[in-house]
């Protein structure tokens, strides 16, 4: 996938309708649409700063979002 070949995830959290990744990636930027785009996940956004790795040169990131719910009877 398209994902699979720009970021590397290092950390996953779900809580309740929250779900956070931290990772690395050639361009962290790019994920928030991923991830938008996906229909899975609202309001993506990067909670901390990026930052970048000084030994691989990747952008270092953490990334929040809301997991959709289903509607009941949908």
Do not use: C
Not at 26 to 32: E, H, N, V, Y
Not at 49 to 67: C, G, M
């Amino acid at each position: 996938s398209a994902a699979s070949d720009v970021y590397k995830r290092q950390r996953l959290q779900i809580d309740a309708s929250v779900v956070r990744i931290h990772g690395e990636s050639d361009s962290a930027s790019s994920l928030i649409g991923l991830l938008e785009d996906s229909g899975m996940f609202v309001d993506a956004h990067f909670s901390s700063p990026v930052t970048k790795n000084p030994r691989t040169s990747n952008d270092r990131f953490v990334i929040e979002a809301r997991v959709v719910r289903e509607e009941a009877g949908q």
